[in-house]
C-alpha cells in the first residue's frame, strides 16, 4: 500500500508510526507532507518519504489521509481535487467535524470517503477508532478497518456520532492521561517517588481497562469485587464521587462534543 498523509502533525505521525509498527507499509511507502519543508527533515533521516507539494504526494497513493486541523481543511481539498483519481484513490479524513458532504463539495459525487476518529495510542497499536464510511465501498471499508485493526480496535459508528467519538475517543485518551496524573499525584503525597507512581497509576488504569475488555463486565460489577463494606476502597471512591468524579467526566465529554461538532464550521 501507498500511503500519503497530509498534515504530519500530532495525528499524521502517530498514524504514519502506525502504520510502520503493524506492518500495513514500508517507511518508504509513507509519503508525509506539510507546509514547514524543514520540519519534514526528520521523517525523512528516519525513512519516510516527504514533501511539501500536496498535488505531487496524492500523485501516487493508493489512500490519501488527511490529518490537517479543520481551519486548513478547504485550502488543502481545493488544492488536491484536480490530480485526485476518485475511481482509484480512498480518502481517509480524520478531521474532526468536517461531514463527508463538506468534503465531497470539494471533491465531487464520486469521491470514496471514509472520515476516521483514532487516538494517540496509534503509535503503540492500542488505538480505539471510529470509523464511518460514505460512498466507499464495503471492500474500502473493510480494508481501512482492517489498517487500523492493526493500530489497535476499529468499529464502525453512524456518521452522525463523529462528534461524540470525537469527544470520547479523540480526546477521551487526554481525559485518561490525566486521570492517570491526578492519581499519580495523590500517590506521590502518599509517600511514592513521582516515576513510581505514574508507574503504578499507569499499570492499575490499563489492569482496570483490560477487566471490562477482557471480562465484558460493566465497570461497577468489577467495582463491587474491590469494595469491601467500611473498606478503604469505598470510602475513597465515595470521596471522589462527593467531589463530582462521575459529574466533571460527563460534563467534559459533552462539552468536548459540542465544541468538535463546531470546529470545521467556525
Ligand atoms: N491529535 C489528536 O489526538 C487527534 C485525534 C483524532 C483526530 N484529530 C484531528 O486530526 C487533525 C490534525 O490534528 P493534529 O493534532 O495532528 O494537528 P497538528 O499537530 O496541528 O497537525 C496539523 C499538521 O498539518 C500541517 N498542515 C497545515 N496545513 C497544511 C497544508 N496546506 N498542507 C500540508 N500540511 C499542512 C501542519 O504543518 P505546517 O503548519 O508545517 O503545514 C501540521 O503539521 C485535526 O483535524 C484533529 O481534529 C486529532
Do not use: W
Not at 505531487?56 to 488543502?76: H, K, N, R
Amino acid at each position: 500500500m501507498k500511503a500519503t498523509i497530509i498534515g504530519a502533525g500530532n495525528i499524521g505521525k502517530a498514524l504514519a508510526e502506525g502504520l510502520v509498527e503493524s506492518g500495513a507499509a514500508e517507511r518508504s511507502d509513507i509519503t508525509l507532507t506539510r507546509r514547514t519543508a524543514n520540519a519534514l527533515d526528520s521523517f525523512a533521516s528516519e525513512g519516510f518519504a516527504v514533501a511539501s507539494d500536496n498535488r505531487a504526494a496524492v500523485a501516487g497513493a493508493d489512500v490519501v489521509f488527511l490529518c490537517i486541523l479543520p481551519q486548513q481543511l478547504d485550502a488543502v481539498l481545493d488544492e488536491i481535487v484536480s490530480v485526485l483519481e476518485p475511481q482509484r484513490q480512498l480518502v481517509v479524513s480524520v478531521v474532526t467535524g468536517a461531514h463527508s458532504n463538506d468534503l465531497r463539495k470539494h471533491l465531487g459525487p464520486e469521491a470514496r470517503i471514509i472520515r476516521a476518529m483514532p487516538n494517540t495510542a496509534l503509535r503503540v497499536k492500542s488505538s480505539m477508532t471510529c470509523l464511518a464510511a460514505s460512498g466507499a465501498t464495503d471492500k474500502d471499508l473493510q480494508f481501512v478497518q482492517q489498517l487500523f485493526g492493526t493500530m489497535g480496535t476499529s468499529i464502525v459508528i453512524k456518521e452522525e456520532l463523529m462528534s461524540a467519538a470525537t469527544a470520547l475517543c479523540a480526546c477521551g485518551i487526554a481525559f485518561f492521561l490525566r486521570s492517570i496524573r491526578a492519581a499519580s499525584q495523590g500517590g506521590v503525597e502518599i509517600g511514592f517517588h513521582a516515576q513510581d507512581a505514574i508507574h503504578i497509576a499507569a499499570q492499575t488504569a490499563m489492569g482496570a481497562a483490560q477487566l471490562i475488555l477482557q471480562n465484558g463486565t460493566h465497570p461497577e460489577e468489577e467495582i463491587d469485587k474491590v469494595t469491601s463494606p467500611k473498606g478503604c476502597t469505598i470510602a475513597g471512591l465515595n470521596e471522589m464521587e462527593h467531589q463530582g468524579l462521575s459529574s466533571a467526566f460527563i460534563k467534559g465529554i459533552k462539552l468536548s462534543a459540542t465544541i468538535a461538532g463546531q470546529l470545521y464550521q467556525k
